[in-house]
């Protein structure tokens, strides 16, 4: 399995509260991505960023943030939580190559619950 | 802009069965590659397997195959001799010049015993 992790698994959390969902690999992979996921359905890309200082919103509008401080971690941020947010979310990095190598890697996700 | 989608939503098939998943995608792009993952139950999305677009011969790894037709932007994967453990959610992505994923919305696959 690939090494990118993220955290917390399962968080459950009141509404208006800030949270930050963690996600990091450790194989020097330049491209990291971030979905969301409701339960047995497609995937959206709501974040991606090609390099440290480097972010871009993905096709999915959120109210989400993301900073790339570090080439290894990829957080994201939802300053108010609302009912809305709850989903997963899935980060994902790729190595950035022009050739087939360039697969994306999966983290475990994150399932939230916002009451 | 690519769009990858996958008319199945769910399929069911018996162990030890072939199954084929399909797969249609849109692109103007001539290079790009298509990917099939595979998400179980609560678990990681993992690569099952992956087709370079300028590269006629379809791709195969051990009991999963792809049937890739270009001219028809087809991208179906066959698995053989299924078995318990590729009950999963199966996804077809599409990465083109620019780099960005497109993913269909995925087909739950159901391997009975």
């Known amino acids: 399995e690939a090494d990118i992790y993220q955290t917390p698994r399962y968080l459950v959390i009141g509404t208006g509260k800030k949270i930050t969902l963690e996600c990091s690999q450790t194989?020097?992979?330049?491209?990291m991505y971030w979905y969301q996921q409701d339960p047995g359905m497609e995937l959206h890309l709501i974040h991606y960023?090609?390099?440290?200082?480097?972010?871009e919103k993905g096709d999915l509008s959120s109210e989400s943030t993301v900073s790339r401080i570090r080439t290894e971690h990829f957080p994201l941020t939802l300053e108010s939580a609302r009912p809305s947010h709850t989903s997963q979310y899935l980060c994902?990095?790729?190595?950035?190559?022009?050739?087939?190598?360039?697969?994306?890697?999966f983290g475990p996700g994150t399932r939230l619950t916002v009451l | 802009a690519q769009t990858v989608t996958q008319s199945q939503p769910e399929m069911s098939v018996q162990e030890a069965e072939t199954v084929t998943l399909s797969c249609t995608y849109d692109?103007?792009?001539?290079?790009?590659?298509l990917f099939w993952y595979k998400q179980p139950p609560s678990r990681q999305m993992i690569l099952v397997i992956r087709?370079?677009?300028?590269?006629?011969q379809n791709a195969t790894e051990n009991r999963f195959s792809v049937n890739f037709q270009k001219a028809a932007k087809s991208f179906s994967l066959k698995i053989s001799d299924s078995q318990l453990g590729d009950t999963a959610m199966y996804f077809c992505?599409?990465?083109?010049?620019?780099?960005?994923?497109?993913f269909g919305s995925g087909t739950k696959l159901n391997v009975k015993p």
């Open positions: 994902a990095s790729s190595p950035g190559t022009s050739g087939p190598q360039d697969t994306q890697y």
């Open positions: 992505a599409f990465r083109g010049n620019f780099n960005k994923f497109y």
């Open positions: 194989m020097g992979h330049d491209k």
């Open positions: 692109t103007s792009e001539n290079n790009y590659y």
């Open positions: 087709q370079e677009a300028y590269k006629q």
């Open positions: 960023s090609y390099g440290v200082n480097s972010t």
